[in-house]
């Protein structure tokens, strides 16, 4: 089975801060990560599919890249709405999903 | 606005069941892979089940296999997760979701909670 790790687990930023989360897989996923962002008593929210790809509506200030096995998430300019907890996630074949351990952004 | 909205949790005794139901609404359900995430107390997301357009191929995590089975009803734009032989570590919040090309989900019911406790 594949693992996922994230660095760090937690992270204390100030609003203006550029943010930088890395997940690593355990294996070869080519570019099949997704990253989620989970405020407090609320659903996860995709931020972006196949390690780079913006979805609709996230900010212009979220960005992900990576391949293989390596991966990051960086925030530019962190805002008060992005102070939560956010998740990597590889997909494999047979539609197998692996969710990484998660990592806390929260106010330094 | 599309929706998915579950229900059916509740407080359960170990060894019990239940059978988890998402409402599924303003999208073509019958075209999307759909999948179960659960989160226990405090801890983090954990994927727990997949199922194909038709219901003709399903996905479990290990841990489950056997004892939950995903199932759904394209008539009733409906997705269910049926959960037997609960233990105390099933204690979570169990999400219903949409996937986007079967890779990621993005779009997310509100969750129901699960208690497992005697």
């Known amino acids: 089975d594949i693992q996922m790790t994230q660095s760090p687990s937690t992270l204390s930023a100030s609003v203006g801060d550029r943010v930088i989360i890395t997940c690593r897989a355990s294996q070869n996923i080519n570019s099949w990560l997704a990253w989620y962002q989970q405020r407090p008593g609320k659903a996860p929210k995709l931020l972006i599919s196949?390690?780079?790809n913006l979805e609709t509506g996230v900010p212009s200030r979220f960005s992900g890249s990576g391949s293989g096995t390596e991966f990051t998430l960086t925030i530019n300019s962190l805002q008060p709405d992005d102070f939560a907890t956010y998740y990597c996630?590889?997909?494999?074949?047979?539609?197998?999903?692996?969710f990484g351990p998660g990592t806390k952004v929260d106010i330094k | 606005e599309v929706q998915l909205v579950e229900s059916g949790g509740g407080l359960v005794q170990p060894g019990g069941s239940l059978r988890l139901s998402c409402a599924a609404s303003?999208?073509?359900?019958?075209?999307?892979?759909m999948g179960w995430v659960r989160q226990a107390p405090g801890k983090g997301l954990e994927w727990v089940a997949n199922i194909k357009q038709d219901g003709s191929e399903k996905y479990y995590v290990d841990f489950v296999k056997g004892r939950f089975t995903i199932s759904r009803d394209n008539a009733e734009n409906s997705l269910y997760l049926q959960i037997n032989s609960l233990r105390a570590e099933d204690t979570a919040v169990y999400y219903c979701?949409?996937?986007?090309?079967?890779?990621?989900?993005?779009?997310w019911g509100q969750g129901t909670l699960v208690t497992v406790s005697s």
């Open positions: 979701a949409r996937t986007v090309g079967a890779t990621a989900f993005d779009i």
């Open positions: 996630q590889q997909y494999t074949s047979y539609s197998i999903f692996t």
């Open positions: 303003k999208f073509t359900f019958s075209t999307y892979w």
């Open positions: 196949k390690a780079s």
